[in-house]
């Protein structure tokens, strides 16, 4: 059953209102302000608002934008006398759906109502469609549906549950962190701690106190006894962030750790027990490490019982628009003033696919919390992108790195079937739209797939 708010001041009207909407089948709830309106919608699941104009404190136009703000796309219907009908006007421009001039008959109330609640039920449906799509391609707040991370999400659900040490590779801002937090919370140590140390961060004298403690007396400065990392951590998860820049004797002491379980702090003698997990994560090669002698062998192969490696997000472009979804609903919020940021225009979407990506998903995810912070519209433009960020797209074509002799027609084959590639994995592999946003029509690029003999899942 559908609910509907009746917003008015005058006291007998939401009442007369709720019994004509109530007979057609329809649950009603009923404030008089502005301000009770606000507070049953942050108690309630509302799907359709209908707010008189004129109302001391709070009009309905301040109203519907703060109803806005909440959720852009809940439909507001604005009840209005003769005398406000340029404010309805407004209020259109603003997101209203409609509005109904008083005194209205009942039967074209029920019209309105039934038209705006119908396109509030598809709205929903897709929210539903975009939630189990989400749920379907994340592990916590990683997300993602390419191959590469199924199979991460595949081990992180095998090896949660178990005891296991487990060592992350990746590039920086790939989600390392994520992926060792997913473990921890997924695991029998999810009421324990989660103790993260970035090893590349602090001096080894000061990571050795850190990571193990030290006792008071220890060190000039060392006024009282603390406790570490690996003490802190203790019937939880300890997280070593970077652990390619951890030095030889703190090799020696961790490797210690992980085959006794025990610790000592810096400067005691006492033996202390310790009950953790460690996760281990790095950008480096340790293999390589190991070869150039920077890197235990020991060590390596006690923290690599489970290995999860974590792709560039350059190797994992068709993951691109979930996580833009994903970011955008994230910080749509943000802004203090002015209306919520709903969607991404294709334009604007296109140079985040054709963009490199150094830093990763973090770099995706600072660019899209700074242009939503600093944008003004609800819907994100390629005017509204960083500039360096827009040249850096444009400028990815490399000419020198095509072979002088290279034929034209094999050439331009190549970079066709590539930006074909590229349109469908931006629309998702819905032709009609890739062949909208190639600027062709739908049976040429039929043509083209058959042509360069592309898989293509679906084909609307």
């Known amino acids: 059953m559908e609910s509907i708010l009746i917003v008015d001041d005058e006291k007998n009207y939401p009442l007369i209102l709720?019994?004509?909407?109530?007979?057609?089948?329809?649950?009603?709830?009923?404030?008089?302000?502005?301000?009770?309106?606000?507070?049953?919608?942050?108690?309630s699941d509302v799907d359709l608002v209908l707010t008189d104009m004129k109302m001391p404190v709070m009009d309905g136009i301040d109203l519907l934008e703060k109803i806005k703000v909440r959720d852009s796309e809940l439909p507001v219907i604005m009840m209005t006398a003769h005398g406000t009908v340029d404010k309805a006007v407004e209020a259109m421009e603003?997101?209203?759906?409609?509005y109904i001039l008083k005194p209205f008959d009942n039967d074209?109330?029920?019209?309105?109502?039934?038209?705006?609640?119908?396109?509030?039920?598809?709205?929903?449906?897709?929210?539903?469609?975009?939630?189990a799509v989400t749920s379907r391609y994340s592990f916590g707040n990683i997300i993602g549906k390419s191959k590469q991370m199924q199979n991460v999400f595949e081990i992180i659900g095998k090896v949660a549950p178990?005891?296991?040490?487990?060592?992350?590779?990746?590039?920086?801002g790939t989600g390392k962190e994520l992926v060792a937090k997913?473990?921890?919370?997924?695991?029998?140590?999810?009421?324990?701690?989660?103790?993260?140390?970035n090893c590349s961060a602090l001096a080894e004298s000061l990571l050795e106190s850190e990571l193990f403690g030290h006792d008071k007396g220890a060190f000039t400065g060392a006024v009282a006894m603390k406790k570490g990392r690996f003490e802190r951590a203790d019937n939880g998860t300890l997280f070593l962030d970077e652990i390619g820049e951890l030095s030889a004797g703190l090799q020696v002491k961790l490797l210690?750790?992980?085959?006794?379980?025990?610790?000592?702090?810096?400067?005691?003698?006492?033996t202390i027990s310790v009950n953790i997990r460690v996760i281990a994560a790095t950008n480096k090669d340790l293999k390589q490490e190991m070869k150039m002698g920077r890197f235990r062998e020991d060590l390596y192969y006690r923290l690599n019982v489970v290995h999860i490696v974590l792709p560039p997000l350059e190797q994992r472009t068709e993951d691109i628009r979930l996580l833009l979804e994903h970011f955008i609903k994230k910080y749509a919020h943000e802004r203090r003033t002015g209306v919520?940021?709903?969607?991404?225009?294709?334009?604007?979407?296109?140079?985040?696919f054709e963009y490199s990506w150094p830093g990763n998903v973090r770099?995706?995810?600072?660019?899209?919390?700074?242009?939503?912070?600093?944008?003004?519209?609800?819907?994100?433009?390629?005017?509204?992108?960083?500039?360096?960020?827009?040249?850096?797209?444009?400028?990815?074509?490399?000419?020198?790195?095509?072979?002088?002799?290279?034929?034209?027609?094999?050439?331009?084959?190549?970079?066709?079937?590539?930006?074909?590639e590229r349109a469908l994995t931006i629309s998702g592999n819905v032709q009609s739209r890739a062949a909208q946003l190639l600027g062709i029509g739908k049976s040429g690029l039929n043509q083209k797939i058959k042509k360069y003999n592309l898989e293509v899942v679906s084909k609307h």
Not at 114 to 130: C, P, Q, Y
Not at 340 to 352: K, M
């Open 108 to 131: 074209r109330l029920i019209i309105y109502v039934d038209k705006a609640i119908s396109m509030f039920r598809v709205v929903k449906e897709n929210r539903r469609l975009r939630s």
């Open 94 to 98: 603003k997101g209203a759906y409609s």
């Open 18 to 43: 709720g019994a004509v909407l109530e007979e057609e089948g329809f649950e009603v709830l009923t404030a008089n302000s502005g301000a009770e309106a606000l507070e049953i919608l942050e108690a």
């Open 162 to 172: 178990t005891n296991a040490t487990v060592l992350i590779e990746g590039e920086s």
């Open 182 to 197: 997913s473990i921890h919370f997924n695991s029998a140590r999810r009421q324990g701690p989660f103790v993260a140390v």
């Open 340 to 352: 919520a940021v709903s969607g991404i225009d294709p334009e604007a979407e296109r140079l985040f």
């Open 363 to 420: 770099e995706l995810e600072n660019v899209i919390e700074r242009v939503i912070i600093l944008s003004a519209g609800d819907t994100i433009t390629v005017s509204d992108l960083p500039k360096n960020f827009r040249e850096s797209v444009h400028n990815n074509l490399y000419l020198e790195s095509i072979p002088a002799d290279a034929k034209l027609y094999d050439t331009l084959a190549m970079i066709e079937k590539a930006l074909i």
């Open 256 to 270: 210690r750790v992980l085959q006794e379980k025990v610790i000592e702090r810096v400067g005691g003698t006492k």
